[in-house]
């Protein structure tokens, strides 16, 4: 009846994931506040480009890691895909050129172009790129991750398929050169375009290490007992699974508390109840906790508290 595991010290990235407006971003700042509080050092991270982590904590958050003002051990950061795009054309930017420059015919002011296009998918990748970097350096203990409505999470997860056909195009392009080169001189010395490919291959294995490897990381789904909600649970279960990632436990969230005397609330929860059956009949494999729903909206530290000592209650 509660969520359970997170404490372990392999656990290092935990995702939050489902539908719009089902309480990820609430439940990714309750285990926030949870495992900084069992001395944790924490780092909160929303992917979401409609970034609400500060809205919900009431604490000032930004695209660069801020301890969370009053709580020990807990630090937070919204990540700016832009922000991180740059850093990479930056960081990347000799290796890129030279990919272009040696493989295509192309002339300086085409490869600008090609440098500064907006590539599909790309927010999602450097999401990703810079949450890895972050697990690499290794400041912290755990690293939490509020994620966007479901289908942009997917695509964040899709994130090393997608980087790997890019490698794959570019490597392509490379060994032509390499062809060439070798043709011509009779022998070829990897450059550093060649270390950029190899290293962006290297990255790709370790994400997709990450991500599979149940022991370091869980994806947690929230969702509320709704129709809609539960059919697209089912569909994010489904390409979890496809993926390769393994749901342990969901959250059945914004659950009406049982036994009250107010007619209306009483009907509401009976019709829950219908869908609570649903989830555990369809899902019985995972470990269900629910969250009851609040007079209020839960939003600050304290409410979040509160809240948090219901989803990991005993
Ligand atoms: N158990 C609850 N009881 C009452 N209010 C809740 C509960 N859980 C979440 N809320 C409120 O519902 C709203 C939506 O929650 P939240 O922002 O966590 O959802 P989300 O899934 O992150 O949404 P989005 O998909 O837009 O990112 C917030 O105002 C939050 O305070
Ligand atoms: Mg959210």
Redesign the pocket.
């Known amino acids: 009846m509660a969520l359970t595991g997170l404490l372990e010290t392999s656990l290092k990235l935990i995702l939050?994931g489902?539908?719009?407006?089902?309480?990820?971003?609430?439940?990714?700042?309750i285990a926030g506040l949870y495992l900084a509080n069992n001395n944790k050092n924490t780092l909160l991270i929303s992917t979401?480009p409609?970034h609400?982590l500060a809205?919900?904590m009431g604490k000032e958050i930004g695209d660069e890691i801020k301890q969370i003002e009053g709580v020990d051990k807990l630090s937070a950061l919204e990540i700016s895909a832009e922000k991180a795009l740059s850093g990479f054309k930056i960081e990347y930017d000799a290796e890129l050129r030279r990919l272009f420059d040696t493989s295509t015919y192309l002339d300086k002011e085409d490869i600008d172009s090609i440098i500064a296009l907006p590539i599909p998918g790309i927010d999602e990748v450097m999401g990703f790129k810079t949450i890895l970097n972050l697990i690499e350096e290794g400041k912290f203990d755990k690293y939490i991750v509020?994620?966007?409505?479901t289908g942009h999470a997917l695509r964040l997860l899709t994130f090393p398929e997608l980087l790997d056909d890019w490698i794959k195009v570019l490597a392509k392009m490379r060994w032509k050169y390499r062809y060439m080169v070798t043709s011509f001189a009779g022998k070829y010395k990897p450059d550093s375009a060649d270390d950029f490919l190899m290293s962006m291959k290297k990255t790709v294995k370790k994400i997709e290490g990450l991500l599979k490897d149940q022991s370091r990381c869980e994806f947690i789904i929230?969702t509320i007992p709704e129709d809609m909600a539960i059919k697209e649970t089912e569909r994010l279960i489904g390409s979890l699974n496809q993926y390769g990632m393994k749901v342990k436990q969901l959250i059945i969230?914004?659950?009406i508390p049982d036994g009250s005397r107010c007619p209306f609330c009483q009907a509401r929860r009976e019709g829950q109840d219908r869908y609570i059956g649903d989830i555990r009949n369809k899902f019985s494999n995972l470990k269900i906790t629910i969250?009851?729903?609040?007079?209020?909206?839960?939003?600050g530290v304290d409410?979040l508290r509160n809240?948090g000592s219901i989803v990991f209650a005993a």
């Open positions: 939050f489902g539908k719009g407006g089902v309480g990820k971003t609430t439940c990714a700042s979401d409609a609400s809205d919900s509020d994620t966007a409505p929230v969230n914004n659950v969250v009851p729903l609040q007079p209020h909206e839960v939003k409410a809240l």
